[in-house]
């Protein structure tokens, strides 16, 4: 053996070890007497990523890349990398050509399917995480990430299969644990997930996904007041850039209280009708918003103070920000409160009763501007949205490919509105459907079309609470595992009165929400207003979904 590879098995025992310093130490002497020796520049680039230095990681990366350029480790390890920074698209063709370069490297088929995941690519990802675990048997989080892409692809008695042998593997295995809850939330089993997500919330890796998920459990099977509990403890990890101390739901006359929504639109306009009773509890409030929802809520909310934030991932241009409404912390701000913290801090029901409906409001000359551009829309018109935020975890599930919709498009086309923005909004348009999205610049536009429309059929999405807080007929069509807030078998919602539930009965399968909606949407055509009613809930709050998926030694 020569000199260099004794040299090199030093520097790695000196690693495996935890002797980082001295083993990077090691392996630049290797580099002063061979510059470009591919091993110890790949393993520096290791280091560098363990370490957090990722862009450190892939300039030795590419320089060993040009050493060996058909050495797959190195572009796996690339893959890995830009997958940490979320440079998805240039992770993957590095992933791809590890592959390419040596179909037996697990690492490789593992950073592919991550990647899959990311892109919602589920038929992909699972492809590629079934060759991972050939390749690496015995590896439990690789068999959790596995079952994770197989209940998306709905094949759920195959992934929930996958989280026995995980655990089988290592019954300790935090990502075995969280996974297994959540595909048995998947598969409709809420009462059987509650212990799961309990028993992980001892592993800090995943900690935070098990207070939410037992959180979503809790709402979803009745127990309010627990998950309460636990959504105010995780709302605080979110980083907002507001560095100050958590409002713990006292009555001091000295606190300025800043509000801030650490999760999506639709989250936001629902918790908002917590925040007018918070007025005689502290000294001020002030709601930070993001720009699409100045406007609404300054006509809804007048005397509410506002302050402004980018959400950088929606265009502004074109957006009008009242006057006096500035990025700036108001001075005096000294807590801070997440909307969806309020009701456990305020020790208020999870009730809808603490708010009047409708607490959002349009502006009578937006709703002129509407009534002149629908005038040619036959009655009635119908408001309709398919489609959620690509960015939403659960998006796969709730949004609904427009083929599939086809019957009722067929049914209503003349009277259908699309409020559809994103790549769905072009599909829409090549299906001949009228197009509001050119004049819909943020909520105060879209809250008064809506006040112009007699119906919004849509997916599980933000402007299904906009309408609902607005008190207007909105019919929305719910995944299987629907969102907490919707509860389980009715067609009724707790939250608005408005609002009808059509929910899928099988995963994936839309088919009998759309039949439903046109069976509805005739009987609307013939005058009969009572369709827009829902059917009042007379039974108790259900533990598990009526139609629960058939798993394996679930009982």
């Not at 067609?491 to 069976?519: F, G």
Request: aromatic content about 10%.
């Amino acid at each position: 053996m020569d000199s260099i590879q004794l040299q090199l098995d030093a520097a790695l025992a000196l690693l495996q070890a935890n002797r980082i310093t001295e083993s990077v130490q090691a392996y630049l002497k290797i580099l002063s007497v061979v510059p470009r020796q591919p091993d110890a520049l790949y393993m520096l680039g290791l280091i560098s990523h363990k370490l957090g230095q990722s862009v450190q990681a892939i300039a030795w990366l590419e320089a060993a890349e040009k050493e060996t350029p058909k050495a797959a480790r190195i572009y796996a390890l690339k893959g890995i990398i830009l997958k940490s920074l979320k440079r998805t698209e240039e992770a993957l063709p590095e992933a791809l050509r590890a592959i390419e370069l040596d179909p037996t490297l697990p690492e490789a088929w593992d950073c592919a399917g991550y990647l899959y995941m990311d892109l919602n690519q589920w038929q992909n990802a699972c492809r590629h995480f079934e060759r991972a675990v050939v390749l690496a048997p015995n590896n439990p989080t690789l068999r959790s990430y596995y079952a994770l892409s197989l209940s998306q692809s709905n094949c759920l008695s195959e992934a929930y299969e996958q989280t026995v042998e995980a655990l089988q593997l290592d019954p300790k295995s935090p990502m075995a644990m969280i996974t297994r809850a959540e595909i048995l939330c998947h598969a409709g089993y809420y009462d059987l997930a509650v212990p799961c997500y309990r028993e992980a919330q001892q592993y800090p890796s995943v900690r935070q996904t098990a207070l939410f998920g037992e959180a979503y459990t809790s709402f979803i099977t009745g127990a309010f007041e627990r998950g309460l509990e636990l959504l105010a403890s995780t709302s605080a990890y979110h980083e907002v850039g507001l560095p100050l101390p958590d409002w713990q739901g006292q009555r001091d006359e000295k606190l300025h209280l800043i509000l801030y929504g650490e999760q999506g639109y639709g989250d936001m306009l629902h918790f908002m009708r917590y925040a007018k009773i918070l007025r005689d509890r502290v000294g001020s409030v002030t709601m930070r918003l993001p720009y699409h929802l100045l406007r609404l809520i300054r006509q809804s909310m007048p005397d509410m103070p506002l302050m402004a934030y980018k959400d950088p991932a929606t265009d502004v241009r074109n957006v009008t920000i009242p006057a006096g409404i500035t990025e700036d912390l108001p001075q005096g701000i000294n807590r801070r409160s997440s909307y969806t913290a309020l009701p456990h801090c305020m020790g208020a029901p999870f009730d809808p009763r603490v708010a009047d409906i409708p607490y959002l409001h349009a502006d009578s000359e937006l709703r002129k501007a509407w009534r002149e551009r629908l005038a040619k829309i036959p009655a009635p018109k119908i408001g309709f949205a398919w489609a959620g935020s690509p960015r939403h975890l659960n998006d796969s599930n709730r949004s609904i490919p427009l083929i599939t919709l086809a019957p009722l498009i067929a049914l209503a086309k003349p009277h259908l509105v699309s409020l559809q923005f994103g790549f769905e909004r072009k599909i829409g348009l090549a299906a001949g459907l009228y197009d509001a999205t050119p004049y819909l610049s943020d909520f105060a536009d879209s809250a008064a079309l809506l006040a112009e429309l007699d119906l919004l059929i849509t997916a599980d999405s933000a402007p299904a609470h906009l309408a609902g807080a607005m008190g207007l007929p909105v019919w929305i069509m719910i995944p299987f595992n629907p969102d907490w807030r919707w509860l389980l078998g009715r067609e009724d919602t707790i939250w608005y009165k408005t609002v009808k539930l059509y929910r899928q009965l099988k995963p994936h399968d839309w088919t009998n929400v759309v039949q439903s909606i046109c069976n509805d949407v005739e009987r609307f055509f013939d005058n009969d207003v009572s369709v827009l009613k829902p059917t009042s809930w007379q039974g108790k709050i259900l533990q598990r979904h009526p139609q629960a998926v058939a798993l394996k030694g679930v009982k």
